[in-house]
T-cell receptor, first 116, second 114 residues
Framework: AQKVTQAQTEISVVEKEDVTLDCVYETRDTTYYLFWYKQPPSGELVFLIRRNSFDEQNEISGRYSWNFQKSTSSFNFTITASQVVDSAVYFCALSEATGSQGNLIFGKGTKLSVKP | DTEVTQTPKHLVMGMTNKKSLKCEQHMGHRAMYWYKQKAKKPPELMFVYSYEKLSINESVPSRFSPECPNSSLLNLHLHALQPEDSALYLC?????????????FGPGTRLLVL
């Protein structure tokens, strides 16, 4: 079974629309960390956010916001007023206490296309 | 400064060639990683170096040989690769090894094996 599920393979929106990228994870650990990374066509994975399992506060950073809900094992990412520069593949990732050191478990990614 | 640099950006090699990929970070990070990413797939962990020692080898074929000459540098030596090894090779680093650490990635090397 997948440990990190990003059910949306591709999403296409028009500029200025809001868009939410879903991430559902599975772990038996009580201590774990969740991450979001952005990968533009250039290839570099850009770190966006890290959240630990004990901090369920939602976070907002400019146009980006994250909704962490342990009850549904979800860590969703919303982009408000999307822009063309937001076009990229977005990966959600999990780091578990029982996992091997440094092993980030990535979801399959969601490709976001923002059209002008 | 969260910069990880990688050279070269692109590499084309034949199956009999020997080449090396280079990764550098000057953030004082003590853990460094190599990932392989095929098109339309997530990155897959290959190796982890912790305090300049190889700590994880995810069953990677011996035609890939990592090396950590010092705490800032990480190399990946390539020899007798196969066409299926063509991929984006990403290097990352983190302050320390461990589940809570954020990994910062370089821009990657796009490798084509002919």
């Amino acid at each position: 079974a997948q440990k990190v599920t990003q059910a949306q393979t591709e999403i296409s929106v028009v500029e200025k629309e809001d868009v939410t990228l879903d991430c559902v994870y599975e772990t038996r650990d009580t201590t774990y960390y969740l991450f979001w990374y952005k990968q533009p066509p250039s290839g570099e994975l850009v770190f966006l956010i890290r959240r630990n399992s004990f901090d369920e506060q939602n976070e907002i950073s400019g146009r980006y916001s994250w909704n962490f809900q342990k009850s549904t094992s979800s860590f969703n990412f919303t982009i408000t007023a999307s822009q063309v520069v937001d076009s990229a593949v977005y990966f959600c990732a999990l780091s578990e206490a029982t996992g091997s050191q440094g092993n980030l478990i990535f979801g399959k990614g969601t490709k976001l296309s923002v059209k002008p | 400064d969260t910069e990880v640099t990688q050279t070269p950006k692109h590499l084309v090699m034949g199956m009999t060639n020997k080449k090396s990929l280079k990764c550098e970070q000057h953030m004082g990070h003590r853990a460094m990683y190599w990932y392989k990413q095929k098109a339309k797939k997530p990155p897959e962990l290959m190796f982890v170096y912790s305090y300049e020692k190889l700590s994880i080898n995810e069953s990677v074929p011996s035609r890939f040989s990592p090396e950590c000459p010092n705490s800032s540098l990480l190399n990946l030596h390539l020899h007798a690769l196969q066409p299926e090894d063509s991929a984006l090779y990403l290097c990352a680093s983190s302050q320390d090894p461990g589940l809570s650490e954020t990994q910062y990635f370089g821009p990657g090397t796009r490798l084509l094996v002919l």
